[in-house]
């Protein structure tokens, strides 16, 4: 069973992007047996090296901004971990600006931060990532509107149903309620899902702060929802 | 059952993270069997979507390929029945899938075409071109892709 409320609808006015690229027309339903029978991408040829997690590692120098570190579990929707699955990420900068030329925020680039990251989750399906917190930046959606400080993630999971690309946020953010990416979700206990939370055991004294947000991926349960 | 973490779109900024050395290349171009797949991805109003990245697979083959100014991809592939594609951009808060089909296979009985509406199937069907196979993706309008729900 899945609970659309907590999915975002393809249309979202508030989103000024989605008017012209939502679809309109009915999506067709594959069979409830079908939809498991999709095996997910063979992610393999996306080369994942072991430094690539730390992303406070990928220059000569340190990035500036708040160091943490950032993990949690991939779960599937029956509560199993997801084993070496790929979880890739990416962020902007401390200053809230984007490695990548289509960003043009006037905020300073930092030489010594990429902002991309990929790792396989372990046995337990725990990933791992130490990185600087994001800042909020600007964007062009209505007046004066600011992105709450987030970090994108990419999942794969096992089958066609499980591939996840989301955003998540950080706790107590003055942003998020101004945000109508994450406001498009209807239900806000599926907003909470996209919130981390502090985690002051993983926290390592005199070095980082530790955020903990776990992931659930539709499993074998799982059906299309109604959207 | 635990609910799902729920989707968020892929944003604009995603070119620096996603593209991976031969992302686009299932198979090396050239080599046996390999087929070039060239489409753009178009909006609403017709306008070339230049800020979308797109998936393809089929049992062992991946590919990935962010679209260009004009909103073109281009894959290489062995040829298979059809292809599954996921298309993430801006303004899509879930990503979109939808199948694509290679034309010289047989496609009278397939189950899933059998399921769309006569007037829609071409829209999952690559057609022949200039040294491949094109595939052009409407996320809306008249000629909307048929979509496939999550």
Known sequence: ?227 | MTIPTPSQTVGPFFGFAMPFEDDAHAVAPGSDGAVRIEGQVFDGAREPVPDAVLEISDGDQFARCGTDREGAFHFTVRKAPYFEVLVFARGLLRHLATRMYIPDSSLAGDPFLQMVEKERRHTLIASASEGGLRFDIHLQGDQETVFIQL
Request: proline share 11%; with cysteine; glycine share 6%.
């Open chain 1, 1 to 227: 069973m899945t609970e659309p409320e907590f999915e975002p609808p393809y249309l979202f006015p508030d989103y000024r992007a989605t008017q012209l690229r939502a679809p309109r027309r009915e999506l067709v339903r594959l069979p409830d047996e079908w939809f498991h029978q999709r095996r997910g991408p063979a992610f393999g040829r996306i080369p994942v090296k072991p430094g690539d997690a730390d992303l406070t590692r990928q220059h000569p120098g340190e990035p500036l901004g708040e160091r943490i570190i950032l993990t949690g579990r991939v779960l599937d929707s029956d509560a199993r971990p997801v084993r070496h699955t790929l979880v890739e990420v990416w962020q902007a900068n401390a200053a809230g600006r984007y490695v990548d030329p289509v960003d043009t925020h006037p905020a300073p680039l930092d030489p010594n931060f990429t902002g991309a990251g990929r790792c396989l989750t372990d046995d337990d399906g725990v990933y791992r990532f130490v990185t600087v917190k994001p800042g909020a930046y600007p964007w062009r959606n209505h007046a004066n509107a600011w992105r709450p400080a987030h970090v994108h993630f990419s999942l794969f999971g096992s089958q066609m149903a499980s591939r996840l690309v989301t955003q998540m946020y950080f706790p107590g953010d003055p942003l998020m309620p101004f945000d109508p990416i994450l406001n498009s979700i209807a239900d806000a206990r599926g907003r909470d899902l996209l919130v981390a939370r502090f985690d002051p055991e993983t926290t390592e004294p005199e070095w980082a702060l530790a955020y903990r947000w776990d992931i659930v991926l539709r499993g074998r349960d799982a059906t299309p929802s109604e959207s």
